[in-house]
Structure formats: C-alpha cells, structure tokens
C-alpha cells in the first residue's frame, strides 16, 4: 500500500550513541515532518521540509537534525543520544499548503538507557 | 504554553451512545482543524476536520462542531462502535506562513464499553 514507511519500527541505544531514524513516502508530497510523541504531551513537532531542499526547526528541535534527501526521503538523526529522548518518533506527509490531512507512518519505538 | 488542549485523558461510553470529544484552544489565528484517530502500534490516521469559517462538519456517525468565540471544538460519535475504542487527538492549523504546520493536543482515549 502506498503510504509513508519508517525504519526501524524499534531501536535501543546507550546514551551518547547516534542514529539515523528514516522515513519514505510514495505519495508525492511535497512536505514531510518529525513529530516524537510521549505520555500526556501528544504529538510534537520536531522538524519539518515544507518542499524538497528546504528545513525547519518545530517545537522540539534541540538534540535532531534532518536531512531532506529528496522529494521521497526525510531523515532525523541523533548525533549523541540521551534518554530524554526515548519517545516514539512519527514521520509524516502532506502535499503541502492546501492539503492539511497528514499520513503517518507506524513509527519508530526509540529506547535510550 | 499548549495552544490545543485536551483536558480529559480518557473517556468511557456505551456502545450505541454518543462520544463526546472536547478540545479547547488559545490561538484565534489558527484556519484548520482536525481530528486524528489512533489505534495502539500505529500511526494516527486523519478523521475530519472543520475550517475556522463553518461552524459544523458532518461525515457519516462523525460530526465535528466549532465555537470561535469560546475557542471550543467538540467531535461527536454516534453511534459509538467498539472499534471506536482508540486514542484521538484534537490539531489545529497555523494560517500564512505557518500554515503546513500542525499542532496537537495531547490526546484522549476513548473507550467503548459493551
């Protein structure tokens, strides 16, 4: 099914390791985002591409970068990880200004000890 | 500072009954909002949604109202199903430059009782 695909779907590191948590969409759309979401705060922007070549900052973004490999590909990295940062990580889709509806991915389940 | 809040984490209903879902918000500029729907291991999946200048959205058993002078938007369920059970969060559309940008609240899970 078409959608948007996220690897891995779990992952544990020790603090200070580095990752790169990556998603793909096969929609076409133009704009991507990184939200983490934990107990009681929902979900939470961490970095967003509104269009192929272009980053920004969201909510949340201290600690990521990203990486907007093409129109397909939007990637998070942790370059030193921390277990403030054990969240479960959503990509998701949209085509842009005029459509509003997100598609997720499943997410990933990221566990730093 | 939550521009879109959620105030009840949880809610039971009977099955058959109406669900009421309620979401509150500080921002008067936001153009859009939405409901998302999501069920345990995977991704929230888009529900309806209203724009700022309608005050009732309707498909099928889901209707979403909106009150722009209290901030308020409420989704309603009926009837309620047991597949209804899942967690729904409440997301408000920035307008202009902001506008590809969503934001959540924190959620309520709902749960439907036989």
Redesign the interface.
């Known amino acids: 099914n078409a959608g948007v695909t996220q690897t891995p779907k779990f992952q544990v590191l020790k603090t200070g390791q580095s990752m790169t948590l990556q998603c793909a969409q096969d929609m076409n759309h133009n704009s991507m985002y990184w939200y983490r979401q934990d107990p009681g705060m929902g979900l939470r922007l961490i970095y967003y591409s509104a269009s192929e070549g272009t980053t920004d900052k969201g909510e949340v973004p201290n600690g990521y970068n990203v990486s907007r490999l093409n129109k397909r590909e939007f990637s998070l990295r942790l370059e030193s990880a921390a277990p403030s940062q054990t969240s479960v990580y959503f990509c998701a889709s949209s085509e842009g200004y005029l459509n509003y509806g997100y598609t997720f991915g499943s997410g990933t389940r990221l566990t730093v000890v | 500072d939550q521009q879109?809040k959620?105030n009840s984490?949880s809610l039971s209903v009977q099955e058959g009954r109406i669900s009421i879902l309620n979401c509150d918000y500080t921002n008067s500029m936001f153009d859009?909002f939405?409901w998302?729907k999501k069920y345990p291991?995977?991704?929230?999946?888009?529900l309806i949604?209203i724009s700022s200048i309608k005050d009732k959205n309707e498909d099928g058993r889901f209707t979403v109202f909106l009150n722009k002078s209290a901030k308020h938007l409420s989704l309603h369920i009926v009837p309620s199903q047991p597949g209804d059970s899942a967690v729904y969060?409440c997301a408000a559309?920035g307008e202009g430059s902001s506008?590809?940008?969503?934001?959540?609240?924190?959620?309520t899970r709902l749960s439907i009782r036989p």
């Open positions: 879109v959620q984490p859009y939405l998302y291991a995977e991704g929230p999946t888009f949604s969060f559309r506008a590809s940008k969503i934001i959540f609240g924190s959620g």
